[in-house]
């Protein structure tokens, strides 16, 4: 399917620099946005509720002066992601936020609920899902979503266990939509893979945390270069779903990364860990297991040039193996 008309002819890349919890703020999204692919950030990264006005208001300043002083560069849309659950008690008030604002992109996370989904049609914005199964899929579909973000095997923080080469392949079957591939996503030539398996974009997380503009702690963005793929373990345990976390991160907290129990879904907690003194996303940290391609943590700017290169060297070895 063709991308919606808000990201149309804006793209450096087909990327969408996926939410990361406390790690996203306006530099990172400001900074994505300026290299032309889109930056995106969690409405809980801003608090109290009041700070998600002020940083919208700054990104699409910001963005909108870039614009008028680079007329001839792509400068691509941000979305903000709207966690759908029970817990999030400002939900809809960060929507009424993101309305005012007229938030180009809006990524709903757990379940798509309706009213997000016609609260930002009622300005034109779109709505992107993430899901992990068929199941998921369907419903968020059903529920009039623009797009769906497939979370694959191998993605960093909250993922699902499917091989990209299942899930995809299959919501494609039936789906018209916009669809985003996530899994280990780390460098231009599984951009380009993303692609050739049918994909509409890129969902890219992990590779972010380890540029300049990222608000995360040094160790973090050095842990991501030092280690590899080996060093992923996805467990429950932390905020009651599924998700990949560095292991290295995992020991420092006291904790064995070889057997951790399993923790009550029931009891989802998006950032404190229950009992524990060590809390998911700021001391157990987040990672796909791409990080094996990490080798440096550079502005935003220069990955993305990197990417590109990467992208366009990956898609005239597939044009030349396909004429061979």
Not at 179 to 184: F, K, M, P, T
């Amino acid at each position: 399917m063709p991308l919606p008309a808000s990201l149309a002819n804006s793209l450096e890349l087909p990327v969408v620099g996926s939410p990361l919890f406390i790690v996203s703020g306006p530099e990172l999204v400001i900074a994505q946005c300026k290299a032309g692919i889109v930056g995106s950030f969690p409405a809980l990264n801003a608090r109290p509720v009041e700070k998600l006005d002020e940083w919208l208001t700054r990104i699409e300043s910001e963005l909108g002066e870039y614009k008028a002083q680079n007329p001839g560069r792509k400068v691509a849309p941000y979305a903000v992601n709207q966690i759908c659950h029970a817990s999030n008690d400002r939900l809809m008030k960060d929507m009424e936020i993101c309305v005012k604002h007229k938030v180009p992109v809006i990524i709903t996370s757990l379940r798509p609920p309706v009213e997000v989904v016609e609260a930002a049609h009622s300005y034109g914005g779109v709505v992107f899902h993430d899901v992990i199964n068929v199941k998921h899929a369907r419903k968020a579909a059903e529920n009039g979503v623009d797009g769906l973000i497939l979370v694959c095997a191998g993605a960093g923080g909250h993922a699902g266990t499917l091989s990209p080469f299942a899930l995809l392949r299959e919501v494609k079957q039936w789906f018209k939509g916009t669809v985003l591939l996530s899994g280990a996503i780390c460098d231009g030539w599984g951009i380009a893979s993303a692609l050739a398996l049918g994909a509409d974009m890129a969902y890219m997380g992990t590779r972010f945390i380890a540029t300049a503009e990222a608000n995360a702690d040094p160790a973090y963005k050095a842990a991501l270069v030092a280690h590899a793929a080996n060093d992923i373990v996805y467990s429950n345990l932390f905020t009651g779903v599924h998700g990949n976390y560095l292991g290295p991160s995992i020991a420092a907290a006291g904790l064995d990364p070889a057997n951790l129990p399993e923790s009550d879904k029931s009891k989802m907690n998006f950032g404190s860990g229950g009992n524990m003194k060590s809390k998911a996303w700021r001391d157990i940290w987040g990672s796909g297991q791409g990080i094996g391609q990490i080798a440096d943590a550079p502005p935003v700017a220069e990955l993305v040039a990197r990417l590109k290169a990467e992208f366009a060297d990956a898609s005239r070895d597939f044009q030349e193996r396909a004429r061979a």
